[in-house]
């Protein structure tokens, strides 16, 4: 290892099935009325209605935002922060994926920082107050966000997924509870677990890896691989949901103290001007950036074809490696991750905006962390790959 590894994680980390009972003790050492940062569908599942059940029981007060749709923008941190304001409340608590989390993150620096959230963009504005005490809820094992000091909101002046990293961006706790997941329906959970594995995947590839990092991507990435197809199949299987749970926690971990690559560099552009959900563009493009970078980091790639198959003692690095691509294919095609084209995006749009988001993914500084960067047209070519990019040969698809 050269240089000094830094690793950050939440104040506390509450995890288990049926933690979410445990959201009231937590609120109650942070405030006397929280801020429940959610969206619609979460309301509909009742879980914004029993959280504040449980903070009721505590004599905690609560409001409720449910403006985030798909995902973050701006606006909802606006919008959420104007209420947090105007009702006097003096915590948050997020429940929901990443892009409720996000936006709560976003508000809990804001309310104590001031400033617009584009302010911090790029390290412009710092945070020097410590944020509002934020409880962060995942209800998908995917985006690992309550566990990183990551933030991404969209600017809708232009049209860019802003990626904002800063200590203050950490929630105060991360409570994770596998049984909300069970909600997930098969195609977020599919997307959502992919995009784990991107995490798990881009940490231990990153140039910014550490032995710390290390450690929690490896063993994200093996409780991702071995369990993502028993939790798609099969939606109630809790012990697949709680290793679901947990990996995902972990990669988020891991990308939060070793950064993310190339798959996030590309993948926020595509997501800001063709609304593609984060957790769908980064699935959609990791076997393609894989197979790009395979040269660059055989050894560390063949840690994860190692994963795929339980008798490995006799690959060598290259195969390991060389499985790990075909693995992830296979995955993908598995869970039925659709290619761009396969989403819907129009071509001829697609290719207008190939420029701009090379420019924005180059901007972001991921990709400078991958293996091998890429140059802005070796960058361009690769969007047009992933564009029409097959999981698997038309022979093993027929």
């Not at 099935?17 to 003790?25: I, L, M, P, Q, T």
């Not at 809708?156 to 203050?168: E, F, G, L, R, V």
Request: overall charge negative; hydrophobic content about 40%.
């Amino acid at each position: 290892m050269k240089g000094i590894g830094i690793f950050r994680t939440p104040q506390t980390i509450i995890y288990g099935r049926d933690s979410f009972e445990k959201v009231a003790e937590e609120a109650e050492s942070r405030g006397s009325k929280a801020l429940i940062i959610s969206d619609k569908i979460m309301n509909q599942l009742g879980y914004t209605e029993r959280c504040k059940d449980f903070l009721t029981g505590k004599s905690i007060e609560s409001e409720l935002y449910l403006g985030v749709d798909s995902e973050p923008t701006d606006r909802y941190v606006d919008e959420a922060l104007t209420l947090f304001k105007s009702t006097e409340c003096d915590h948050i608590i997020s429940i929901g994926g990443g892009s409720c989390i996000d936006t709560a993150k976003a508000v809990a620096v804001l309310a104590s920082n001031g400033g617009d959230i584009g302010n911090y963009m790029g390290g412009r504005k710092a945070a020097v107050h410590a944020p509002i005490p934020h409880i962060a809820i995942p209800t998908t094992a995917g985006t690992g966000s309550e566990a990183t000091d990551v933030t991404v909101i969209t600017n809708t002046a232009n049209d860019i997924k802003m990626m904002i990293k800063q200590p203050a961006f950490m929630p105060s706790v991360a409570l994770v509870d596998p049984v909300l997941t069970i909600s997930s329906p098969k195609h977020v959970t599919a997307a959502t677990g992919i995009d784990a594995l991107s995490h798990a995947v881009e940490a231990y590839l990153s140039k910014k890896a550490h032995p710390m990092t290390d450690t929690v991507a490896l063993s994200a990435m093996k409780l991702i691989v071995e369990n993502i197809e028993a939790a798609y199949e099969d939606g109630s299987n809790l012990d697949a949901r709680e290793a679901m749970s947990l990996g995902s926690m972990q990669a988020g971990m891991a990308f939060s103290n070793a950064s993310v690559c190339l798959v996030h560099g590309m993948s926020r552009p595509i997501g800001a001007l063709f609304h593609v959900p984060h957790g769908y563009s980064n699935a959609m493009l990791l076997p393609a950036v894989l197979e790009f970078s395979k040269e660059a980091c055989i050894d560390r790639l063949a840690d994860l074809g190692r994963i795929f198959i339980s008798d490995h003692s006799d690959l060598t690095n290259k195969e390991a490696a060389d499985l790990a691509v075909s693995a992830v294919k296979k995955l993908c095609l598995t869970l039925n991750i659709p290619n761009l084209k396969g989403w819907g995006i129009d071509e001829t749009a697609f290719n207008q905006a190939v420029n701009k988001m090379t420019i924005d993914a180059i901007d972001s500084g991921s990709p400078a962390n991958s293996p091998r960067v890429p140059s802005a047209e070796e960058l361009e070519a690769l969007y047009h790959t992933c564009y029409h990019y097959q999981f698997a040969e038309k022979e093993e698809v027929q």
